[in-house]
């Protein structure tokens, strides 16, 4: 059966970037970061892969194949449906992915920039503008990071995760609780799930659901809970801290219980 011709694209693109970054490794080169702080530039989406009825992985190539989008870990860029609405965004690529960038969106039945998302296609235009710095991350800066999210909030923990996990001299250590309301709610399992995997004594995921879990199910049943904070966080500690980011509801439950665990402000942070 002959393949299609936007998937040998694909492909083909996939094998140009993968030689574009080891060629750049190899002779230590460190492409220009393409994203400008102040003027919206636009991009052009190349893949749009959906996750399940609301969520699609949307695939932005970059002005060449060694470009790099220039995102520092734990920022952010802002993207704009080029009239009046714009809404912040993280990648869940990171510069070592080079030609391209990619974000993971889950489309609100009324939200503007959803509905912009929804109806885009391949080869439409994307305006972006960035980096926005949220959170400043340094290799080793603590030994372990506990990390709650809910829902969207998972990019940037999956952000922080892949520049700590694939940078050999960085060896902090990752616990990660994801809640969401049904298993089909979960974005990026399969590749939490493969991490977690490829670095079993670094990295633990412990899901959470709120509601109709499946048969067998061996995660978390209701809200994240400070039970379920002790059991899957590291303990309060100067060199630990907190990352969480999540619906607001959310983040002021797991605030209050991460205060009445004992863990201070300089331990916590909220994307």
């Not at 695939?59 to 194949?65: G, N, S």
């Not at 993280?90 to 080079?98: E, G, K, R």
Request: proline share 8%.
């Amino acid at each position: 059966m002959p393949i299609p011709h936007a998937e040998l694209l694909g492909i083909a693109f996939s094998i140009i970037t993968v030689c574009i970054a080891a060629i750049c490794h190899y002779f230590g080169r460190k492409p220009r970061g393409c994203l400008n702080p102040e003027k919206f530039q636009e991009f052009r989406l190349i893949r749009k892969a959906p996750v399940s009825h609301n969520v699609a992985k949307f695939t932005f190539a970059l002005p060449t194949p060694t470009s790099v989008l220039g995102l520092p870990v734990g920022s952010y860029i802002i993207c704009s449906e080029g009239r009046e609405v714009s809404r912040p965004y993280t990648p869940i690529t990171l510069d070592s992915d080079v030609g391209y960038f990619e974000l993971v969106i889950k489309m609100y039945p009324l939200g503007k920039m959803s509905h912009h998302f929804r109806d885009m296609q391949e080869r439409d235009l994307l305006a972006v503008k960035g980096p926005k710095e949220r959170f400043k991350y340094k290799p080793n800066q603590v030994r372990a990071f506990g990390m709650i999210a809910g829902g969207t909030g998972i990019t940037p923990m999956f952000q922080v995760t892949r520049a700590i996990l694939e940078n050999p001299k960085d060896k902090t250590n990752i616990q990660l609780i994801y809640g969401n309301t049904t298993s089909d709610d979960i974005l990026l399992k399969e590749e939490l799930d493969n991490i977690a995997r490829n670095f079993p004594s670094r990295f633990q995921v412990y899901y959470v659901l709120s509601k109709c879990p499946p048969e067998a199910w061996n995660g978390g049943v209701g809200y994240i809970s400070k039970q379920t904070i002790q059991n899957h966080c590291p303990a309060p500690a100067p060199d630990i801290q907190i990352l969480r980011c999540g619906p607001p509801g959310m983040n002021k439950a797991v605030a209050a219980c991460l205060n009445a665990l004992g863990y201070t402000s300089n331990m916590q942070f909220e994307f």
